[in-house]
């Protein structure tokens, strides 16, 4: 049996966001690993999730549950610790409020440079804005005819 995370839809996405699952589950890194320095060393998404997710030491019966793994790792050693991320059958039922604008607000693109940098800290995670801005710097460089940049991001790679 595996440790539920206590994950809510974030803003108005109907998938769990992943820096929702890197913020839970590096709170309880030293929880799974037993060492207080352990670190996501990696973390792969298969596919969204739309339902309450596990991280489990045993790998799913059922593969179409599977969404992804965790990898820990110990700065001090090569030791890793790995994890099977897994949906349930169990609904999400809650929801909270998430403004990217935020963060959008506080950054100095340049183009010209193909770069971008936060001017202020938001209220978010680290994990949260870099993924802002690594948003912005992508729909700025490459603008989207539809669809959204990670499905983008996605398409590109498995046309490779």
């Known amino acids: ?4 995370l206590p994950l809510k839809f974030k803003g108005s996405r109907d998938y769990l966001h992943g820096s929702d699952f890197f913020n839970a589950l590096t709170g309880i ?3 799974l690993t037993g060492h207080a320095e ?3 060393d990696q973390l792969v998404f298969r596919h969204y999730a739309r339902s309450l997710c596990e991280v489990t030491a045993e790998s799913p ?3 179409d549950k599977l969404i992804g793994q965790v990898r820990y790792a110990l700065p001090a050693s090569n030791s890793k610790f790995g994890y ?3 949906e349930t059958d169990s609904p999400i039922s809650e929801r909270y409020p998430y403004d990217e604008s935020l963060v959008q607000d506080s950054i100095d ?3 010209e440079q193909r770069s971008v940098v936060l001017l202020r800290s ?6 949260e804005d870099v993924i802002v801005l690594t948003k912005c710097l992508n729909y700025a460089i490459s603008p989207l005819k539809e ?3 990670l499905t983008d991001l996605y398409l590109k790679l498995i046309d490779r």
Do not use: P
């Open 61 to 63: 019966e059922d593969t």
């Open 84 to 86: 099977f991320l897994v």
């Open 38 to 40: 352990s670190f996501i």
């Open 147 to 149: 669809g959204t940049w």
């Open 29 to 31: 890194s030293e929880e």
């Open 109 to 111: 693109l340049d183009l």
């Open 1 to 4: 049996m595996g440790k539920l």
């Open 122 to 127: 938001s209220r978010y995670t680290t994990i």
